[in-house]
């Protein structure tokens, strides 16, 4: 929170935008956390599925496309989100909002050693120098949902085995 009222004060927002911005926000949350649920009984659904005596490959296929299309549907969910709150800036804002997420990339790493997106040179977003992937701090190979998922492939949640390695 006291990211975003820096922020508002930063951009010089009025009321009016501070409220609406608010709005989407809030919405956006409760869709997600939703969302997270639903995607974490789909896991544990899978699951159940892969634990199976005689697994069935197409049932489990099936599963798998709904896991994919239901974080496909999140993250659509987070864009329509950021796009709908650039709508409430003014083309000015939007352009200070721009720069203070760039600058904010170079001083994460060091003025010049990062592009406009926070990527050091040499690294990428997917993956380190050796080619490894590197994980979103939730160690969920780029869902940034906020959910921990299943690391080990044993069809549970992390959560559900009692905690992870954090």
Request: glycine share 12%.
């Amino acid at each position: 929170r006291h990211r975003g009222a820096a922020l508002a004060q930063r951009l010089n927002l009025s009321a009016e935008q501070r409220d609406r911005l608010r709005g989407i926000r809030d919405r956006q949350r409760r869709h997600a956390m939703q969302a997270r649920t639903d995607l974490r009984m789909a896991r544990m659904d899978l699951g159940r599925l892969m634990r199976d005596r005689d697994p069935d490959t197409r049932a489990i296929e099936a599963q798998i496309d709904r896991l994919a299309r239901m974080r496909a549907d999140l993250q659509k969910s987070r864009v329509e989100s950021m796009l709908e709150a650039r709508e409430v800036l003014t083309p000015e804002q939007q352009r200070q909002m721009r720069e203070w997420r760039m600058g904010g990339a170079a001083r994460m790493h060091g003025e010049g050693q990062g592009d406009a997106r926070g990527n050091r040179r040499g690294f990428s977003r997917d993956g380190d120098r050796d080619g490894r992937p590197s994980y979103g701090r939730d160690g969920d190979h780029g869902d940034r949902s906020g959910d921990r998922g299943d690391r080990s492939g044993d069809g549970r949640d992390d959560d559900d085995r009692g905690g992870s390695e954090r």
